[in-house]
């Protein structure tokens, strides 16, 4: 999973604490690119991985941040797929992807999926109510959009729950992926779940080629496991860590 990349993280994106890990400079992502394809001859969509048992990879761009155009030019390049998980929200504002550039990344090819309307900070804390409209309206806006349905998704900020997936399936998706370094995908609710490996900005490309081969997954999952006893058992610390992310960074454009 990626997010913006970059020589310019100002101009993309979210312009918060939170999102300064995951902005990357473009030869740090060229280099993962190199590493991923000794492994795999090419990225699939979803669609085509769900009709195999075979090890698929599939590359995804979270937020829908500007930087997904080029993104996609270096797939392209290589004739692959990506998935592009829109905040819809953020549509057209500065640093995000305009109605016709999502537009431009679907007629080539890409899968257009949707990343929840206002990309809350903790997902999972929300209502169920709140979770079902935060879906709907974001695969609605996305449909309009690309004028076929929407029924992939990613969770914003990786925090979820059984009622997030259940949400999903009640707002029509169908593949929803996570934070979560889960090697298998695993159905609920009639939901495929399929977890991601989360390369950060200072992530070594070696790591990134482990990932790519199927290794890896058990101990990012129990840096993940601790992370989530911190929530469960260190809630005003975790609040914290919210609020600071939530924040505006400043000197976005500064290597």
């Not at 310019?8 to 992502?29: C, D, L, M, S």
């Not at 990344?105 to 990343?115: D, E, F, N, V």
Request: with cysteine; hydrophobic share 35%; proline share 5%.
């Amino acid at each position: 999973m990626y997010h913006e990349v970059t020589d310019n993280p100002g101009e993309t994106g979210f312009q918060r604490n939170g999102a300064i890990p995951y902005k990357h400079r473009v030869h740090h992502f060229l280099n993962d690119l190199e590493a991923i394809a000794a492994v795999h001859k090419r990225a699939v969509s979803v669609f085509e991985a769900a009709g195999t048992d075979q090890l698929s990879l599939l590359m995804t761009f979270d937020d829908g941040g500007i930087s997904a155009l080029h993104s996609a030019e270096m797939l392209n390049q290589r004739y692959w797929h990506g998935h592009f998980f829109v905040t819809t929200s953020m549509i057209s504002t500065p640093g995000f992807l305009s109605e016709q550039q999502i537009v431009r990344l679907s007629r080539q090819g890409h899968t257009i999926g949707a990343h929840s309307h206002t990309h809350p900070g903790v997902f999972r804390n929300l209502a169920y109510s709140d979770k079902v409209d935060e879906w709907r309206q974001s695969t609605e806006i996305l449909a309009e959009i690309v004028g076929s349905p929407v029924t992939t998704a990613s969770v914003p900020g990786g925090d979820m729950d059984d009622d997030t997936i259940r949400s999903a399936a009640e707002a029509g998706i169908r593949y929803l992926f996570t934070s979560e370094p889960h090697y298998s995908p695993y159905v609920r609710h009639g939901v495929t779940v399929i977890g991601r490996a989360c390369p950060k900005n200072r992530t070594p490309t070696t790591q990134v080629a482990a990932w790519a081969n199927g290794r890896g997954f058990r101990r990012a999952r129990a840096i993940r496991s601790a992370k989530g006893l911190v929530r469960i058992y260190g809630k005003p610390i975790y609040a914290a860590y919210i609020k600071h992310n939530e924040r505006r960074f400043p000197d976005a454009d500064k290597p």
